[in-house]
C-alpha cells in the first residue's frame, strides 16, 4: 500500500532553512503528482507546493520565490527546501500523492490527493 513518510522538520529562527523530506513506497512513484500541504495552528490544511509526475511545479503564493519542491524517482522521494523561513511557515508539513488525471487548477486542492504522509512540524521564532 502507499506509504509516505515525511522527515526533515525541526525549530528554525526567522530567515533560517529546513529540507523536508518525504520517502514514498508501495507504489509507482514516478507516475503520481506530489505536493505538499501544511496545517498551521488552528487553521485548516493549505497546498503549499505541487510537482506533477511531468515535473511542473505551482506553489502557493505565499512561498514563491522562497521555497522550492522537487524530486527523486530514483530514490522515490519527495523534497521542499525550505528558505527565509517566517514565523507563519509555522505548521505541520505533509506530503500527499494522486494518482491518475489532475487538473492544473487543483493542484494544489487538498481534496484532489488521496493519500497522506503523518506529517512534520516546522516551527520558526523570532
Known amino acids: 500500500q502507499v506509504q509516505l513518510v515525511e522527515s526533515g522538520g525541526g525549530s528554525v529562527q526567522a530567515g533560517g532553512s529546513l529540507r523536508l523530506s518525504c520517502a514514498a513506497s508501495?507504489?509507482?512513484?514516478?507516475?503520481?503528482?506530489m505536493a505538499w500541504f501544511r496545517q498551521p495552528p488552528g487553521k485548516e490544511r493549505e497546498g503549499v507546493a505541487s510537482?506533477?509526475?511531468?515535473?511542473?511545479?505551482a506553489y502557493a503564493d505565499s512561498v514563491k520565490g522562497r521555497f522550492t519542491i522537487s524530486r527523486d524517482n530514483v530514490k522515490n522521494t519527495l523534497y521542499l527546501q525550505m528558505n527565509s523561513l517566517k514565523v507563519e511557515d509555522t505548521a505541520i508539513y505533509y506530503c500527499?500523492?494522486?494518482?491518475?488525471?489532475?487538473?492544473?487548477?487543483?493542484?494544489?486542492?487538498?481534496?484532489?490527493?488521496?493519500?497522506w504522509g503523518q506529517g512534520t512540524q516546522v516551527t520558526v521564532s523570532s
Open positions: 510537482i506533477q509526475r511531468d515535473s511542473i511545479t
Open positions: 508501495g507504489f509507482a512513484f514516478n507516475l503520481y503528482h
Open positions: 500527499a500523492a494522486r494518482g491518475g488525471e489532475i487538473f492544473r487548477a487543483l493542484v494544489l486542492s487538498v481534496d484532489e490527493y488521496s493519500d
